[in-house]
């Protein structure tokens, strides 16, 4: 599909952004209906995905969506963790409308709850979590594109997409080279220059792990307050005149100036003692 233009071909960054996100490990069951998606079978019984295939359907998927001329019309859905936030970045890019989380039954389907949607495209994370949006899409004649790994099922699929669903850095990459692809088909952003959204932002985050980094950087900066505190401490004042010297005679008149006794010119230096008169 991709071999008529140059410009479709599939890059040698986009190929390590797969590797590195493991899209091309798919598990070891494998059904029937994914089999012309896999390259080769490791020796540990894991099934390598092709990624030339896997760039193909990811084309296809994102015409499809192209082709959509309302892009609030398209509906991407992802009930598992590791898909909402992508989901959610992938609508905000695209504009298109996103469920994630929990699927209200029957929102295809009943015309009465509020919830009701009539959606021209239908996406969606894992078929085998999202059967029930598949299973209505098929009642009211909606198209459907899945991201599929080697075990899913393609039942109501129409575009399926192989890859790894299951990791969150996978899925992350997915939907992150979907929304590139549709934003570069619609001429939004240019080919010829890298898309400034990072991958990252489309990954799924543990909120414990979150919590962890966030304590430990609240400490870290705790721990770098106190350490400069200890070497940024003010400086004592020096003193200059009768309280700087200490012999004899300075530490005599400085008593007698507390009592009122003298009366000195404050200078700098040690000054002559006056005697101040003494009335009655």
């Not at 009465?112 to 994370?125: G, S, Y």
């Not at 200490?246 to 005697?275: A, D, E, H, I, M």
Request: hydrophobic share 40%; aromatic share 8%.
């Amino acid at each position: 599909m991709s071999g008529a233009l140059d410009v479709l071909q599939m890059k040698e960054e986009d190929v390590l952004k797969f590797l590195a996100a493991g899209t091309h490990l798919g598990g070891t069951n494998l059904d029937f209906q994914m089999e012309q998606y896999i390259y080769k079978r490791k020796s540990d019984g894991i099934y390598i995905i092709n990624l030339k295939r896997t760039w193909e359907k990811l084309l296809l998927a994102a015409r499809a969506i192209v082709a959509i001329e309302n892009p609030a019309d398209v509906s991407v859905i992802s009930s598992r963790n590791t898909g909402q936030q992508a989901v959610l970045k992938f609508a905000a890019a695209t504009g298109a409308t996103p469920i994630a989380g929990h699927f209200t039954p029957e929102t295809f389907t009943n015309q009465i709850q509020a919830a009701f949607r009539e959606p021209r495209l239908l996406v969606v994370t894992d078929p085998r979590a999202d059967h029930q949006p598949l299973t209505e899409a098929s009642y009211v004649n909606l198209p459907t594109i899945a991201l599929c790994n080697i075990d899913s099922p393609l039942r109501y699929v129409d575009i399926a997409t192989p890859c790894n669903n299951k990791g969150a850095h996978s899925v992350g990459l997915m939907w992150w080279m979907l929304a590139r692809e549709v934003l570069r088909m619609r001429g939004t952003i240019s080919r010829e220059h890298p898309w400034e959204v990072m991958p990252d932002l489309y990954f799924y985050r543990d909120p414990e792990e979150i919590e962890k980094e966030e304590q430990a950087a609240a400490e870290k900066a705790v721990t770098k307050e106190e350490f400069q505190g200890e070497w940024t401490a003010p400086a004592p004042e020096l003193q200059t005149g009768l309280k700087a010297c200490r012999c004899p005679l300075c530490l005599f008149s400085s008593s007698l100036l507390k009592t009122g006794v003298l009366s000195l010119p404050l200078k700098t230096g040690l000054q002559l003692p006056l005697l101040r008169p003494l009335s009655g």
